[in-house]
T-cell receptor
Framework: AQSVTQLGSHVSVSEGALVLLRCNYS??????LFWYVQYPNQGLQLLLK??????LVKGINGFEAEFKKSETSFHLTKPSAHMSDAAEYFC????????????FGTGTQLLVSP | DAGVIQSPRHEVTEMGQEVTLRCKPI?????LFWYRQTMMRGLELLIY????????DSGMPEDRFSAKMPNASFSTLKIQPSEPRDSAVYFC???????????FGPGTRLLVL
């Protein structure tokens, strides 16, 4: 079965600093990979997703992630953090190519200080 | 589009009562998902439907939970009887096609006393 590990339940950065949120996955088949963001008291919003093709995926709000099969990783990055990026971020993997059943990681809370 | 609509946004009830959560998916979407989010277990899929038919309910915790989708624009998740451990945020999401992006509703925050 697929699984996702997010290293660090909390990550703190200063405004303007690099954001790096780590995600490793386990999958026996080529995975679809996702990053979602959740702002307080709101539902999840898709940041970006990898299905096939280019391994560097660009998403909304300046975020991007790179699929590295050899490392089974899909880390999320942003060159310069903004205060509005403070939220919880979830990595997810789909069970099987094109399959809709998502398995989520435990989430990483991103804190941005002035 | 209004997005996925859930009601109520907040629900407080007493143990043993029946609770019904409602969801209206995005028009045209053919998949609908119910998730539960808790501090202890994170975000977990309870059940999902394709074209109003339940496909996988392996995440439903027990028989006290049931979900229906009588038509393409409405789904319910019912808990009867409710217990304090059911307290969580319940999300509904919808998508189009096998590889479609799942769009989440704002959630229903349930507290069972």
């Amino acid at each position: 079965a697929q699984s996702v590990t997010q290293l660090g339940s909390h990550v703190s950065v200063s405004e303007g600093a690099l954001v790096l949120l780590r995600c490793n996955y386990s999958s026996s088949v080529p995975p679809y990979l996702f990053w979602y963001v959740q702002y307080p008291n709101q539902g999840l919003q898709l940041l970006l997703k990898y299905t096939t093709g280019a391994t560097l995926v660009k998403g909304i709000n300046g975020f991007e992630a790179e699929f590295k099969k050899s490392e089974t990783s899909f880390h999320l990055t942003k060159p310069s953090a903004h205060m509005s990026d403070a939220a919880e971020y979830f990595c997810a993997v789909s069970e099987g190519t094109g399959f809709q059943k998502l398995v989520f990681g435990t989430g990483t809370q991103l804190l941005v200080s002035p | 589009d209004a997005g996925v609509i859930q009601s109520p946004r907040h629900e407080v009830t007493e143990m043993g009562q029946e609770v019904t959560l409602r969801c209206k998916p995005i028009s045209g979407h053919d998949y609908l998902f119910w998730y539960r989010q808790t501090m202890m277990r994170g975000l977990e899929l309870l059940i999902y439907f394709n074209n109003n038919v339940p496909i996988d309910d392996s995440g439903m915790p027990e028989d006290r939970f049931s979900a229906k989708m009588p038509n393409a624009s409405f789904s319910t998740l019912k808990i009867q009887p409710s217990e304090p451990r059911d307290s969580a945020v319940y999300f509904c999401a919808s998508s189009y096609g096998l590889a479609g992006t799942q769009y989440f509703g704002p959630g229903t925050r349930l507290l069972v006393l």
